[in-house]
């Protein structure tokens, strides 16, 4: 069964970080380049970054360049997102994918920037 948790978000102040974690089951995660996507509020679900299979490419949304980084660990099928000098326009529910092959979408995880 395929399987997508993520977690890690929360209440975070203006300029504060969060580190989520989004664990995968059900296929094969080595195979798949993997994506963060996030889910403004009374907005469209939008990509916010990726990383390749190989963990070679990474790629972020204009916004996020310089602040967020993801990685991936393919020996715990896990795709991680750090996320530093966090903004009120960072408030989201974010989610993660296989990117170009998505599967069920999973219960993603509240980030919200309150000061």
């Known amino acids: 069964q395929v399987q997508l948790v993520e977690s890690g978000g929360g209440l975070v102040q203006p300029g504060g970080s969060l580190k989520l974690s989004c664990q995968a089951s059900?296929?094969?995660?080595?195979?798949?380049?993997m994506a963060w996507y996030r889910q403004p509020p009374g907005k469209e679900r939008e990509l916010a970054a990726w990383?390749?299979?190989?963990?070679?490419?990474?790629v972020y949304v204009d916004s996020a360049k310089g602040r967020f980084t993801i990685s991936r660990d393919d020996a715990k099928n896990t795709v991680y997102l750090q996320m530093n000098n966090l903004n009120f326009d960072d408030t989201a529910v974010y989610y993660c994918?296989?990117?170009?092959?998505?599967?069920?979408w999973g219960q993603g995880t509240q980030v919200t920037v309150s000061a």
């Open positions: 994918n296989r990117l170009g092959a998505p599967v069920s």
């Open positions: 059900g296929f094969i995660f080595s195979n798949y380049a």
């Open positions: 990383i390749g299979y190989d963990g070679r490419d990474t």
